[in-house]
């Protein structure tokens, strides 16, 4: 192999490596791993490696057995499964656990390419600051929904913002054009082609003014994947660092989330946890 042939595959590695990064889904390979051991089954957690810091916090306190015996202290169905909080190790029958340590937070390392889906591994934070609470975690369960759904979601809580980039974009030059463009009855195949693009671009250009205008909600596309099959919890988007997600035993957030609950949302059936590093 040459050394300018070797260069060359170097580089598109790189450049294959890059896009995995930053095109808005999470890379495949990441560095950890962790087991979440209960009395309801196994959670296998993948840990993200462009959240170092927060990885590498969670990380040092499995190693320290910080998480070991404490219980999912805080369950609400179709949202999430809360817990990991130390107070809840020795905590008696129908105690409220977990109200958060602030000598545990640390800057928030919130992603945009990460998700409230199904399974996501996140920290928790007081209102209104995006500081990580470090002394719990919680996971998402959220809900499923179709994506003619979630589109049909986009369109109305969207409709003003869309509305006023029409009226940008709809120039009289636009308008003009779009109705030279427009075939009769009569008009050749290729006619109408010329048509349906020339509307397919423009409704693309007016989606993209609408996507650009401050307080709008639009889904990715791994948003509207994850949401129509597995599941997530949309509101929580870009809200608090997600920094893990389960890869195995999914079946187990849902067993969890399912238990009968107080008023203040504990398990009346205790769910004990201990987390090992496994990789």
């Known amino acids: 192999m040459t050394r300018l042939l070797r260069i060359c595959m170097a580089a598109m590695w790189l450049s294959l490596v890059a896009t995995l990064l930053t095109d808005g889904s999470v890379a495949l390979a990441q560095t950890h791993y962790v087991m979440i051991e209960t009395n309801m089954g196994n959670m296998k957690v993948m840990l993200y490696d ?6 590498a916090n969670f990380l040092k306190k499995v190693r320290e057995g910080y998480y070991n015996e404490t219980l999912f202290g805080r369950v609400i169905q179709s949202f999430m499964i809360q817990g990991g909080a130390p107070d809840s190790r020795n905590a008696g029958p129908g105690w409220s656990l977990g109200y958060g340590d602030i000598d545990e937070e640390i800057d928030g390392e919130i992603r945009a390419n990460h998700i409230p889906k199904k399974g996501a591994l996140a920290a ?25 759904y979630w589109e049909g979601w986009e369109k109305v809580n969207n409709a003003e913002a869309r509305k006023a980039a029409k009226r940008k974009v709809m120039t009289k030059a636009v308008k003009d054009t779009l109705i030279a463009l427009k075939p009769d009855e009569f008009a050749k ?6 048509y349906n693009e020339f509307v397919r671009q423009l409704n693309h250009q ?17 948003e ?12 929580l988007y870009k809200e608090y660092t997600i920094y893990g997600e389960v890869v195995e035993g999914l079946d187990v957030i849902d067993k969890i989330a399912e238990l009968e609950t107080n008023s203040a949302d504990r398990p009346r059936q205790d769910v004990r946890m201990n987390i090992r590093v496994i990789k």
């Open 50 to 55: 462009d959240t170092p810091k927060t990885t």
């Open 206 to 222: 007016i989606d993209s003014v609408a996507r650009a205008t401050p307080g709008t909600r639009f889904f990715t596309e791994d």
């Open 124 to 148: 928790p934070h007081r209102e209104k600051m995006k500081n990580s609470d470090m002394s719990m975690f919680f996971i998402v369960q959220g809900y499923v929904q179709s994506r003619e």
């Open 189 to 194: 195949n290729e006619v109408r082609a010329r």
């Open 224 to 235: 509207l994947e994850a949401y129509s099959t597995i599941g997530g919890a949309y509101h």
